[in-house]
């Protein structure tokens, strides 16, 4: 069966250098992880948020200079006067680490991660039966471990949930800023821009955020 599970841990990595920080000074998330075809290696994106220049240059050097790090690169950056928020891609190896385990001996369908304070907060997506095995041999690579069972059904997503019409424009209409305060953009100029009419656009989110909202209320 597949089933979602977080994992909270801390083991001796650079994560280890976030404990003195707490998640609104500095954060690391990775999003995406891409073993190559060896096995050998994994290509990551994530993202990293840090509250002034000192800590993001700081974890920066970290992330770069780890002994795991093949590359490392920063693809997009954003600053302004209370933080700085940055693309980051990489080349790793996967030799010893947790990744390695959880790739070559489950079925992972999905796997990310956040880090702060120390402790790595792994989000997986995996054949139950399979990663209940490789357990015992993570735990020994960790100083702290926790595990949370939390869905069987994982994979049912808000995206499944909505009509290609009504995500695509409720992508467009978050990216332009309709929900911000103040808005940045109206439904008029939204309308416009899609070349339907007011009324129209007006029923397709509704629609869209009734159903997100009633996703989210039966989850939670």
Same mark, same amino acid.
């Given at each position: 069966? *597949? ?75 954003? #600053? ?6 940055? *693309? ?81 424009? %409720?992508?467009?209409?978050?990216? #332009? ?5 103040? #808005?940045?953009?109206? %439904? ?12 129209? *656009? ?15 209320? #039966?989850?939670?």
């Amino acid at each position: 069966m *597949i089933k979602s599970y977080t994992i909270v841990l801390s083991h001796d990595d650079w994560s280890r250098y976030t404990e003195r920080f707490n998640e609104e000074e500095l954060y690391v998330k990775v999003v995406r992880r891409i073993p190559s075809l060896d096995g050998l290696t994994e290509n990551v994106m994530g993202i990293i948020y840090a509250k002034d220049k000192e800590f993001y240059r700081q974890i920066i050097r970290m992330l770069s200079r780890n002994e795991t790090t093949i590359d490392f690169r920063i693809i997009d950056e954003y #600053k302004n006067k209370s933080n700085i928020r940055a *693309i980051y891609a990489s080349i790793e190896s996967l030799k010893g680490r947790i990744a390695e385990r959880l790739l070559k001996d489950c079925r992972i369908f999905s796997m990310s991660e956040t880090i702060y304070e120390g402790m790595e907060r792994w989000n997986v997506i995996a054949d139950s039966e399979n990663f209940i095995k490789i357990i015992p041999e993570v735990k020994e690579l960790t100083y702290e471990f926790k595990i949370i069972e939390e869905s069987s059904n994982p994979l049912l997503s808000v995206k499944e949930e909505l009509t290609p019409k009504e995500l695509s424009i %409720l992508k467009l209409a978050f990216d #332009k800023g309709y929900f911000e305060t103040p #808005k940045r953009i109206g %439904l008029e100029e939204l309308a416009n821009e899609l070349g339907i009419s007011k009324p129209a *656009i007006m029923q397709v989110l509704r629609k869209a955020i009734a159903k997100l909202t009633e996703k989210s209320i #039966k989850d939670f």
